[in-house]
């Protein structure tokens, strides 16, 4: 049920995000989440897209390095405390975070989307299932 995330390398330098997304734009790939961390010379871009392997594939073709990883995406409730439930699931469940983001969703509900790295993903969506906490599929996002 995990979600696939790309991790773009770039170089640190005015103007290579705005290449990289212009490559995306051209293709008519929608980027539904975004992060950027910088380190010392290079960035890593990671984007949840809507159609990933086209997005891997236009990628490469331009020369970007990139790599799939597996993330767990949940829908919590869109107010104070909505994430604390999902981390106490985490908590109780022993699974460590290693990153998260939020997601960008147009959606009638009232539900927030976020974007989360964990030690086992496997093991944090039969959590989050278990807790009531609704895990959101590739399907799903290529359809927001």
């Known amino acids: 049920m995990s979600v696939k995330q790309i991790s773009i390398f770039l170089e640190n330098k005015p103007g290579k995000m705005c290449e990289m997304t212009n ?3 051209d293709n008519k790939i929608n980027m539904r989440g975004l992060s950027l961390a910088e380190t010392d ?7 949840i897209v809507d159609d990933v392997y086209e997005a891997t594939t236009v990628l490469k073709d331009a020369g970007y390095v990139n790599k799939l ?3 767990v995406i949940v829908e919590i409730p ?3 405390g909505g994430l604390n439930q ?3 699931v985490f908590d109780t469940a022993q699974i460590n ?8 969703a147009e ?5 927030a989307y976020m974007v989360i790295r964990v030690s086992d993903h496997k093991a944090a969506e039969a959590a989050l299932t278990k807790a009531g906490i609704r895990v959101v599929t590739q399907e799903e996002i290529a359809a927001l």
């Open 41 to 47: 010379g290079f960035g890593i871009v990671r984007v």
């Open 23 to 25: 490559v995306l734009a």
């Open 97 to 104: 975070l290693e990153y998260m983001y939020a997601l960008s």
């Open 107 to 111: 959606t009638a509900s009232d539900q």
């Open 86 to 88: 999902v981390l106490k």
């Open 69 to 71: 990883t597996s993330v």
């Open 78 to 80: 869109d107010v104070p």
